[in-house]
């Protein structure tokens, strides 16, 4: 047995630790793969932190009475008390899963042959980049190199034959790290104001800056126009854009218009973001307490809704690719029953699957 220290956002270099914090958003990306566990007191605005955590397989506690020393320890067995419900997949299943991840480290454990394809947000290289360096953001040539050196080291360490899906940026105003580099001021309304797709028709530049870090590869990146809403925007992204770069031009969409649309957009591949969807598809935000409990991802209604989509794109060739969480896995697989699709998991549960280890 040996005990883990617990810290505040920094960790000691080369040492396991627990952080407590009192806000998500100190965690320092950097030296994440050095966090066992994270005890925090409030969430910030859109910061990614959680999604980080969950493809590193870091369980997150909250807790509103936040009290730690500086440095006391805390035994190794004890962080088993909060790592959370574990999930286990079928060694024996012949089900491909797209792996989505935060950094090349993500991919050091996973069966590769277990990939359909690897998913990356560019908005998580963006929060690399800016605690590396916070004026990088503003440089337009040093950040495309940045991301191209990230990507690169992705590439190394991903097999062959899996394409990484690079999704554009799709930052929010009310963002407390990116937004000040996209927006002039917050919005009254971010998640349902002008980002994703919509944003980066207005902000072409950003796309210049992402289509110049993965220049060379088109063979293995394809590239995800983000919060696509409607068919129509993804066509006008794809008219402006598509001769500015060898890769393919694929939509990443994320309301219930794609349940109608999806056969429309003949391309090979449509990714389809659940969370998005089913909190529009309720009316609910899924982060406000007072709502979240309608917003369910298994409910009958939209499941049907789901894989009839699914099984419309399957009949002219389109493979959809669904990002969802582990535990309605099962639903779903059960609801696409000879039906051709990719299910989109984090790589904490796909080490989790190869090793046989439990993972929150």
Known sequence: MYKVPIQSSYPVQGREVVLYVEDLELVDLLRIDEVRAVVYRQKGSDSHIEVVCTIKGIPLVQDDLLHFVQGSEVAREALEAISGPTIRFSTTSDQLFQVAIFDHNDLTLVDHTKIDSIFLRTEHLLYKAAATDPEILANRSRLAAFLRLE???????????????????????????LGPFFFAAVERNPELGVHGTRYLLRNPHWVDVVFDSIRGYPDRIVFACPFVTRVDEFFEFREKHCSHTESAIIPFAETPAVLFEISRYRTDRVCIGLKDLTQFYFAADRSNSNVARVVDYVDSGLVGAVSQAIASADSVSTLVSVYQSPSSLDVYSEALAGVRWIPSMAASYLRMQTNSVSVS
């Open 151 to 177: 990507i690169s080291r992705i590439l190394d360490k991903a097999p062959p034959h899996a394409p990484l899906i690079v999704r554009g940026p799709d930052v929010r105003s009310d963002d407390r790290i």
